[in-house]
């Protein structure tokens, strides 16, 4: 038989699926985890996403200006002030205790964001 209903066909994507889908299962069966994608907040159209960005404590979050005009970040409660971030332009920050940080835009005051830490 060929096409559609070769013998095996169905049972080698079957084994597809399973170590491509459900590779969070394959992974914790086996002892190993995913790398966890950077803490990331993107400033475009005026705004902060995503709002609001939970870590961690101890891990470092990066601000990246897709918008096409100038953008800073200010954590007003920690006192930490970015430079004005052209298009492209990162801002990190390591945040070391748990709490609820909001933050807000420097340079347009109404734009405001929360980062989330957590043990």
């Known amino acids: 038989m060929t ?11 079957g084994v597809l699926c399973v170590l491509v889908g459900g590779g969070g299962l ?4 086996t002892g190993l985890t995913w790398a966890d ?14 709002v609001p960005l939970q870590v961690k ?10 918008d096409d005009i100038p953008h800073s970040v200010v954590l007003g409660d920690l006192q930490v002030h970015s ?3 052209d298009t492209d332009e990162t801002f990190a920050f390591r945040f070391e205790k748990a709490g609820m940080y ?7 005051p109404h734009m405001h964001g929360q980062v989330v830490v957590t043990q």
Do not use: M, Q
Not at 26 to 29: F, H, K, R, T
């Open 3 to 13: 096409g559609l209903f070769a013998p095996g066909r169905w049972a080698r994507r």
């Open 26 to 29: 394959l992974l914790a069966a």
């Open 37 to 50: 994608a950077p803490a990331e907040v993107k400033i475009d159209n005026f705004t902060f996403s995503p």
């Open 57 to 66: 404590v101890g891990e470092e979050v990066t601000w990246v200006n897709r």
């Open 83 to 85: 430079h004005a971030l």
């Open 102 to 108: 909001g933050y807000t835009c420097g340079l347009h």
